[in-house]
């Protein structure tokens, strides 16, 4: 399963979504999620891909790739993601 598979995952169980709605580009904004639920959103993407996001990591706003890239660069910092 790849990054972005596992996100939208997420994003669907977290959020009650439909998964044809979640597309790379698909903006979180647009996807309801407010600043305080992509803080959350933060803390359960550490947990699901055993990584720690640096501190000035900022999701409001961001695109579902953009998730994808942070979790890709987090990753090769030394932490080892989750896979299914």
Known sequence: MTIFEQIRDLLCRQFDLDPTAIEPQTSLLSLGIDSLAALELAFDVEDAFHIRLDVSTDL?????QDMVAVIERASAAGATPATA
């Open 60 to 64: 409001r706003g961001a695109t579902v």
